[in-house]
C-alpha cells in the first residue's frame, strides 16, 4: 500500500524531507493513492517553480520523482508609451499601452490615473481597456471641466494598470502643460493713418494696411504656438467673432507671428472723423484669446 507522499519547491531533496502530502480519501491504505497538497505561495517569487512529488509504499521504498510546473503572477502589467492630445472642445485624451507579457502574462483588467499625486491602488480615475489580453491599449478623456481647475504649468499625470490577478503595475508618468494665458500682441502698422477714406496703401490695394505681431507666452508660464488672430473697428464683439487677420508667413505655427489685413476705403469712408478705435488680439493653440491691444485710425 501507499503510506505516504511529499513534495519539494524548484528542487528534489532528500527522501523524507520533503512536505508532507495527504490521502485525498483521508486514509493511505491502498496500492493505489491520489493525494493533495497545500503550497503557500507568500514567500515564493514571481515566475516559473518546479514542484517535485513522490510517494512511499509500505515497504519502505520511496518513488521516482514527477513534476509540474507553477506559474506565479505576483507583478503588473508595464505601462507606457502614454500620450496626451488636446482637443478642440477643451478635453483631453490620455492614451498608453499596458502589458503584462513580461511580468506574468495575465489578462489586462483595468487601468486608471491620478492628476500630481498617485493615490491608492484603485482609487484613480478609470480608463477604458480596448480588449481582454495580455497586451493593450488604455484611453481616458480628461474633460474641459477638470482641466479647467488646474492651474497654468505642468502637471504630472500617474498611469498604471492591473493584471486579471488583481496586480497593479508601477505607476508611468506623463506631463502635462496646461496654457490658460493667450498671446501678448501689439500693433506694428496702420497705414496710411491719418485717412480722410480715399488715403490707399497702395494703388494695388484700394485699403488701409493693418500689421500685428504676437507672442506666446503672454503672461503665462506655459508656452503654445500662435493659432489665430483677429480685429475689431470700435466695439468689441465676442471673442471669434472680429474679423480675421492673414499669418504673414502663411501659417499660425509659431510661438511669435506676425499678421496683416487690409481694411477696404469703402470701410474707412463709411467712419465717422476722429478717433476710431482698432483692437487687435490673438489666440494660442490651447485656445487661449490674449488680451486686445489698440490703436487709432484718425478720420
Given at each position: 500500500?501507499?503510506?505516504?507522499?511529499?513534495?519539494?519547491?524548484?528542487?528534489?531533496?532528500?527522501?523524507?524531507?520533503?512536505?508532507?502530502?495527504?490521502?485525498?480519501?483521508?486514509?493511505?491504505?491502498?496500492?493505489?493513492?491520489?493525494?493533495?497538497?497545500?503550497i503557500n505561495p507568500i514567500s515564493l517569487s514571481a515566475g516559473n517553480h518546479n514542484i517535485?512529488?513522490?510517494?512511499?509504499?509500505?515497504?519502505?521504498?520511496?518513488?521516482?520523482?514527477?513534476?509540474?510546473?507553477?506559474?506565479?503572477?505576483?507583478?503588473?502589467?508595464?505601462?507606457?508609451?502614454?500620450?496626451?492630445?488636446?482637443q478642440s472642445n477643451g478635453n483631453v485624451t490620455l492614451s498608453g499601452s499596458a502589458s503584462d507579457t513580461t511580468t506574468g502574462?495575465?489578462?489586462?483588467?483595468?487601468?486608471?490615473?491620478?492628476?500630481?499625486?498617485?493615490?491608492?491602488?484603485?482609487?484613480?480615475t478609470a480608463m477604458v481597456v480596448n480588449q481582454n489580453a495580455p497586451t493593450a491599449s488604455i484611453t481616458a478623456t480628461i474633460t474641459a471641466a477638470t482641466v479647467g481647475t488646474l492651474t497654468e504649468g505642468a502637471h504630472t499625470l500617474h498611469v498604471h494598470s492591473k493584471d486579471a490577478f488583481g496586480n497593479w503595475g508601477a505607476v508611468a508618468t506623463k506631463q502635462l502643460s496646461i496654457d490658460k494665458t493667450g498671446p501678448s500682441a501689439s500693433v506694428t502698422l496702420l497705414s496710411p493713418n491719418p485717412n480722410n477714406g480715399a488715403l490707399a496703401y497702395a494703388p494695388s490695394f484700394q485699403s488701409v494696411r493693418l500689421n500685428a505681431s504676437f507672442s506666446e507666452p503672454g503672461a503665462g508660464s506655459v508656452t503654445s504656438t500662435v493659432a489665430n488672430a483677429e480685429f475689431f473697428i470700435g466695439t468689441?464683439?465676442?471673442?471669434?467673432?472680429?474679423?480675421?487677420?492673414?499669418?504673414?508667413?502663411?501659417?499660425?505655427?509659431?510661438?511669435?507671428?506676425?499678421?496683416?489685413?487690409?481694411?477696404?476705403?469703402?470701410?474707412?469712408?463709411?467712419?465717422?472723423?476722429?478717433?476710431?478705435?482698432?483692437?487687435?488680439?490673438?489666440?494660442?493653440?490651447?485656445?487661449?484669446?490674449?488680451?486686445?491691444?489698440?490703436?487709432?485710425?484718425?478720420?
Open positions: 500500500n501507499i503510506v505516504g507522499a511529499e513534495y519539494f519547491i524548484d528542487a528534489a531533496g532528500a527522501n523524507g524531507t520533503g512536505t508532507a502530502m495527504a490521502a485525498s480519501d483521508a486514509a493511505f491504505d491502498s496500492p493505489t493513492e491520489s493525494v493533495t497538497g497545500a517535485y512529488i513522490h510517494g512511499q509504499d509500505a515497504a519502505g521504498n520511496w518513488g521516482s520523482f514527477n513534476f509540474v510546473a507553477l506559474s506565479l503572477d505576483k507583478q503588473g502589467p508595464l505601462t507606457s508609451s502614454l500620450q496626451t492630445t488636446f502574462n495575465s489578462n489586462i483588467q483595468a487601468a486608471e490615473y491620478f492628476i500630481d499625486v498617485a493615490g491608492a491602488n484603485g482609487a484613480g468689441v464683439g465676442v471673442n471669434g467673432t472680429g474679423i480675421p487677420m492673414t499669418p504673414t508667413d502663411g501659417v499660425f505655427n509659431s510661438v511669435t507671428e506676425s499678421a496683416y489685413t487690409y481694411i477696404p476705403l469703402i470701410t474707412v469712408n463709411a467712419l465717422p472723423s476722429g478717433n476710431n478705435v482698432i483692437s487687435v488680439h490673438g489666440k494660442d493653440a490651447a485656445g487661449n484669446w490674449g488680451p486686445f491691444t489698440t490703436s487709432m485710425l484718425v478720420i
